[in-house]
Each structure stands twice: as C-alpha cells, then as structure tokens.
C-alpha cells in the first residue's frame, strides 16, 4: 500500500523515524483491515544450533481477547477438493497458538521488529562490556525518557491542533502503551551502535556503511565531531550555539540507523513459522528464541474480533490450498520453495530498496514470512497449470485484460464510501458494518430514485473518504493529494488499488477486489455497487476511461514476463477463493 505522510517528523532528539500513514488514515500495511469483500446484492447495475531459551516471564493474559482454535474436518476438505476431485484427507487443526502467532506477523511487525532488535542490542552489549565498557553507559534514565516521549506529545500537538495526538499516534500504528518501549530502545541503539563520538562507534557500525558505498559519510562525521570538539575546547561556540550543533550532528548519525540495522539483519540467521517453528515461537535469531505470547502479550489490547477473523481466513485458506496442491503432486518441498523464492527476489538484491520493502509497501504483505508462504502457493499452483500457460492464452488475457493494466489505460472514478472505520481516530467503529451496510442500503435506493442524477449530492452527503488535516509545518510540496469525498482523477489501476486500500495481500486474502470492479468492469458512465470491501461499502460511477497510454506487445520478454505473472496471479486468487468456498460451505 503507498503510505503519504501524516505527521512530519517527532521530535529529532526522540531518535524515532517520521511517521507515516497508510492511504486514508486506514489501517497501515501491517493491519489489513477486513477479511470479507462480497458484494451486497446490486441495487444498481454493474540452521544453527539452537539455545535453551530462558524460562518465559509471566504473562498477565486476562485482557487478551477470546482466541479459539479451529479444526476443518475431513468433510470440509473434501467439499474444498470438489471443484477438482475428490481426495479423502485428516482434518486441518489450527490451535490458538498458530492464529496467535499469524495475529503477530499480521498486525505486530514492528513489534516483532522491535525484539528481534533487543537481541542484537544485547549481543553487542556483551561484546562491549567484555571489552571494557562500563556498563552503566547503557542505563538510560527515566526521566529522560519520559521527557522525550512529552515533547513529542507536544510536537503532534503542534502539527495537528484539532487532533488528539493518541489518534494520531494510532492512525500512524504507533500505541501510546509502547511509546516508551519504542523511545527507550531507540535511544539504546544511538548509545550502543552509533555514540556521539564516531571513533567510538563498532566495527559493525563502520562496515555497515562502507559495505553499503557510505564510506564518506563515516569519515564527514568523524571530522564533524572532531571540528565540533576543537570549537567548544577554543571556547568560541556559545551554549545554545553547541546544543544547536549536536542536534546537528544527532540528525546525522539519525540518516545511518537503517544502514546499521540492515547490517545487522544480513549478518542474522533468522527462521520463522515457513522454516518449521513450532507455533510457540515467533521467530529465532541466530538460535535465540522470541516466543510469540510475549510478542503477541504486546499487541493483544488492540485486536479485534476483525484481526481474529482476517487470520482465521488466511490460515484456513492457506492450509486448504495446501492440501489441494500436495494432493496433486504439486506441492514444492520446502527446499524447492526457498530455491523459486530466491530467484523471485533476486532482481531485489543489491537496489536501493531492501527486499523488505518490496515485499510491505509494494506488494502490501504484512510480513516477510507470510509473503515466503504465499508464494510458496503461487508457484506450487503455476506448475500445476504450466501446460495451460500457452501463446494463446496469454495473448487472450493480455486483450482482455494485461493491455490495459500494462499499458497503463486510466479510469475516473467517483467512488461513495460507506465506511465501518474511524479514519481520524484510527478504529473500527462500534456496530460499525451494520451501519456501513444500512446506509448503502440506503443510499443505493435513493440512486434508484434518482436515477443517477443525485450522485453529487448523495457523494457530499454520505461518503466517507477522510482528507486528514494538514500539519502546520507543511509546506505547500509537503500537501497530500485530497481525495474530496471520492473523487478521483483518472489513475491507473494500481494507482486505484491504493486509493481502495488494495493490494496484492488483499486480493489473495479477499478473493475481490473493488478495485477490479471498477476498472474493467464497470462502463463509462456507469454506477456500479455497492460492493464490499476492505473497509465498508464501495458505490462507484465511472467518469471516463483512457485507453492504454503504451504499445508494448507481449512479443517483447519482459511484457511476456508481467502478463504471464498477472495471468498467474488472477487464475491463483480465483482458484484460491473457489477453494476456501467450497472448504468452507455449510453442511
């Protein structure tokens, strides 16, 4: 999903990145929304060794909501096998430590993240102290850190007036409940791996930025600081001047964090649930263990039944897919998995962008294992069909569909939101799809009444696309483009996806896309809905269509390569969908 910043930046001396927002203020890549998309019924047309893990701390789990296992019985998975065969199967048991760890991966990245970083803080700890480092250099104080955490309080205050900070907090995925964890171990990582004196900075620091080509920049804040010190030594700089100057160089030392942490994740052997762990670990670190209820212990007083429901379907549809692809000998082993994956990311491998960020904000995962796992699927089913993969039927899915995705044909659309989520708070509201569904109900009938001719109207009246305010700070560049209650200029289909809060994440879990309805569906002109989607009831109106921009054909490798990928990828979701329905039907 492209996220557009909410607020600016916090407080440069909180030593946090600048946060940012998902499209709308929806829920940011790692909290998809919701897991159903079926349209309400048309009223308008259209391996090393491993560790003993220390003893688990104890875990207060009264406040956790209500997480209950699911088994698919053996009859479940046969009516999933009936739009192929029918194969007889043991039931698929999902226990609530399985859907507590998907709940991790799906809605606690940074979380995640943010142990997996505690461990290389405590190695590298370790490694200074044995070398003489006084240990109470790493005590960072209360006070200081309760300070930094209210003027950054008070900074969102200052950039949104009319907003509560804690809603703004939300809306960017940051809990008010782990400010401090994320402050205090932000400020650990300066004073461990980037001291204010370079000279003092590990060696995995230093080779981090030469193995990346930022060699110079080491050596400008090495001489920065020395120039700094012979300054204040002189007695020239003033004591605001000096501050002034160290804040400076904060900044600097700020630009290099994720080059560190890079560094650091390369140098890991990380496994998670694709590598075989049990469901009771969330992921293990070069053999150190990060168990998934104290993950998940972070992140319970903001699940909802919603999240519970979103990884139910994965898992459920996962597991099914699964059963259906080893059935037919289809299944990659686990070995042959990693192989396609690698050479998938491959191309990734050594750009300025991380594989990580391919895989969040360009194809919308929420993690990187959950990703491995789909695309495990993926390429299992694509040699299932590899003898349905010809010359004609690309070249028919290109005419009907690839040109136009390719090529970059546009589409206006005018779209009425019927919204179950508080965009400015950052929360489903409460009884939230009932209302969303009764007022599209609604507004559906009243379209009928008017035959079309009240659109703009009933657009002003109930759609509930939120333009968040703009920071005071901002300057005119800095302006997020507004989407005046749905009104959206013509745009290519992925630059519609996003403004839908689409992506292929959602797809695959969803098995529609609104997005789709819209762009190839729905005629010039056109009302079409209302459907449901990711965060409540879609109505939409054509404006115009462009046709493709482009005139590349499917002669040409690489636009073979894109259609044969969206062929795959359409075939798998619907396949996906038809198999989870049937699994999933009602006696």
Known sequence: MVRRPLVAALVACAGLHPLLVAQDGAPAADAPASAESAPVQDVVPASPVVEAPAPAPQIDTSDWPVIEGLTLDASAIERAMAPIAKYPFAPVVIDPAELRR??????????????????????????????????????????????????????????????????????????VASLERMTRQSRLFATVFLPEDPDQWPPVSVEALRGAGDGQIFAQVQQSFRDLQARIASGEMTEEQIAQARQGQATMRQFVVQTVIQALDKSSVVEMAGDGLPPEVAMRVDGRDVMTDVVFDEIAGRVTPRDIEVAKQWLTKSSLLEQVLASRGHLLSPAAARAAFDEHM??????????????????????????????????????????????????????QRANELLNVARVGVEVILLSAYDFSRGLWKENGWADAEARAREVSQKLLEGQGANWSELQDQYS????????????????????????????????????????????????????????????????????????????????????????????????????????????????????????????
């Open 102 to 175: 998907t709940l991790v991966y799906m809605f606690g990245s940074k979380e995640l993240r943010s142990f997996r970083l505690d461990l290389d803080l405590a190695a590298e700890m370790e490694r200074q102290i044995a070398a003489g480092r006084d240990p109470a250099e790493f005590q960072l104080a209360d006070e200081e850190i309760r300070k930094t955490i209210e003027q950054t309080i008070e900074q969102i205050k200052l950039q949104y007036p009319t907003l509560d900070p804690e809603d703004v907090l939300r809306v960017n995925n940051i809990h």
């Open 346 to 399: 491959a191309p990734m491998m050594g750009t300025m962008f991380p594989p990580e960020f391919f895989v969040v904000q360009v194809k919308g995962f929420p993690s990187m294992d959950l990703y491995k796992i789909h695309h495990r699927l993926l390429a299992s089913y694509q040699n299932m069909i590899a003898a349905e993969i010809t010359d004609e039927a690309l070249a028919a899915h290109f005419e």
């Open 464 to 587: 509930d696309f939120w333009d968040p305010p703009a920071p005071t700070t901002a300057t005119p560049g800095q302006q997020p483009r507004r989407k005046n209650k749905g009104r959206f200029a013509p745009m290519s289909r992925n630059e519609l996806l996003g403004e839908m809060g689409e992506n292929e994440f959602t797809l695959y879990v969803d098995g529609t896309s609104v997005t789709d309805e819209f762009f190839f569906y729905t005629a010039e002109g056109a009302i079409a809905g209302p459907f449901k989607g990711r965060l409540g009831y879609y109505i939409g109106r054509v404006t115009t269509r462009t046709a493709p921009q482009g005139n590349r054909s499917l002669n040409e490798p690489d636009m073979r390569s894109m259609v044969l990928q969206d062929y795959v990828n359409e075939r798998f979701n619907a396949f996906a969908r038809e198999v989870f329905e049937a699994g999933t039907a009602p006696r």
